[in-house]
Structures are given as structure tokens and as C-alpha cells.
């Protein structure tokens, strides 16, 4: 079982940002994209964004462009996602999810669940009004 590394969620209130951050299990482990869901509660799971990993393009789900920056850290393979200017509907659980036998997947296709391989296990992020 592959296990990606999550952190920085947590307790903010309106308008704070937080930083979360998925890690590769290890140094040398390669994959094509990574993307961030979230899930509320009594909602579904929606996307958030995603990265291709060879050429950095990204994806935004619309309501949260321009609040939402998706970033590679080559050093520590590792994709961030800095959330800004939180609001309370941003609670849920946030997940990242890793393409790692799709090589060229559009980055457009990076929306769909099913083009992933991995999944964190879960992070809260609660915001307060």
C-alpha cells in the first residue's frame, strides 16, 4: 500500500489561509499528477485542483480561482495547495489523489476521480465565522 503524506490541515477562521501539503512515500517515487478533492459534510466529493507533475500545468475548480494556488516542490516531490482567504463553506475533508500510469494526461482530465491510482487518507479543514 502506497501512502502519500498529508499535513497543514486544521482550524482557521474567515479570511486566514492555510497550506496543505502531499508528499511521495519517497525520494526517487515518480507519478504524472497530483490533485486535491474535498468532501463536506453530507455532500459529495468535489475537485479542487490538480498539477501535472512533468510540465506544472494546473486545473482550478471555478468558484476557487483566485483563491486556491497549486504549486510542484520539486525538492521534496511533493504539491502543495495554499488556500486563501478561507471561508466557511471551504470546511471539509481534503484529499490528495495521485496519477502514477497516465503520463500524458491532459490536465483537463485531472477532474475525474477515476484517473487516479492513490489517495490520502483525509485531512479537516474547518473554517470559522
Known amino acids: 500500500q502506497v501512502q502519500f503524506v498529508e499535513s497543514g490541515g486544521g482550524l482557521v477562521q474567515a479570511g486566514e489561509s492555510l497550506r496543505l501539503s502531499c508528499a511521495a512515500p519517497e525520494p526517487r517515487f515518480s507519478f504524472y499528477a497530483m490533485g486535491w478533492f474535498r468532501q463536506a459534510p453530507g455532500k459529495e466529493r468535489e475537485f479542487v485542483s490538480a498539477?501535472?507533475?512533468?510540465?506544472?500545468?494546473?486545473n482550478y475548480a471555478d468558484p476557487l480561482k483566485g483563491r486556491f494556488t497549486i504549486s510542484r516542490d520539486v525538492p521534496k516531490n511533493a504539491v502543495n495547495l495554499q488556500m486563501n482567504s478561507l471561508k466557511p463553506e471551504d470546511t471539509a475533508i481534503y484529499y490528495c489523489?495521485?496519477?502514477?500510469?497516465?503520463?500524458?494526461?491532459?490536465?483537463?482530465?485531472?477532474?475525474?476521480?477515476?484517473?487516479?491510482?492513490?489517495w490520502g487518507q483525509g485531512m479537516q479543514v474547518t473554517v470559522s465565522s
Open positions: 489523489a495521485v496519477d502514477s500510469s497516465r503520463w500524458n494526461i491532459p490536465v483537463s482530465a485531472l477532474v475525474r476521480e477515476d484517473n487516479y491510482d492513490y
Open positions: 498539477i501535472t507533475w512533468r510540465n506544472g500545468r494546473t
